[in-house]
């Protein structure tokens, strides 16, 4: 069976001509949308749908997009709102110390004591670096920069990262 990933939200559609905004969920959108690359749709009845790249372009935050044998607004219309996966098997080895969202999220977050501070519910992409939400209980989501100073160890086999809190960091 295969696994499959999320790379993005198919928010709506764009023009006439069957393109698509695409609000991206992926640490590699120039590859993963790039043209000829392959994307899936998940159906009703469970079932992947394999859908090809035709075209890809960058419109503000949004990554527009054709697919092959797609050609109108009404072919499209009816994946607004679904979310486009791309299968494991399209995944590349990373280096060491890098790592794809879908390894950080649900990952526990830990301070350097080992005290709990909570679990990765979604990565954020606003510049420089990215920003991991850690969904905390009966508290404010904590908004963690990936950067060195921060992030000291990235446990995958055991879904682990412990941090060391910055002052003014948890507010």
């Not at 790379?7 to 590859?31: A, C, M, W, Y």
């Not at 990765?120 to 060195?148: C, F, H, M, T």
Request: proline share 2%.
């Amino acid at each position: 069976m295969t696994e499959w990933y999320k790379v993005g939200q198919l928010v709506n559609t764009h023009g006439v001509r069957g393109e698509v905004k695409i609000l991206s969920t992926t640490d590699f959108p120039e590859k993963r949308f790039a043209k000829g690359s392959q994307l899936a749709i998940r159906q009703e009845n469970g079932q992947y749908k394999t859908l090809t790249v035709a075209s890809h372009r960058v419109h503000k935050q949004f990554h527009l997009l054709t697919f092959e044998g797609y050609t109108n607004i009404n072919e499209v219309e009816g994946y607004k709102g679904l979310t486009l996966y791309v299968s494991a098997d399209q995944q590349e080895e990373l280096e060491i110390g890098e790592y794809y969202y879908h390894e950080i999220i649900g990952c526990t977050v830990v301070d350097e004591e080992g005290l709990k501070i909570g679990r990765v519910i979604e990565i954020l992409s606003p510049g420089a670096n990215d920003v991991w939400v850690v969904k905390r209980e009966g508290q404010k989501d904590l908004l963690v920069p990936y950067i060195e100073s921060v992030v000291r160890e990235i446990d995958i086999t055991n879904k682990t990262i412990t941090i060391h809190l910055l002052e003014g960091l948890d507010v």
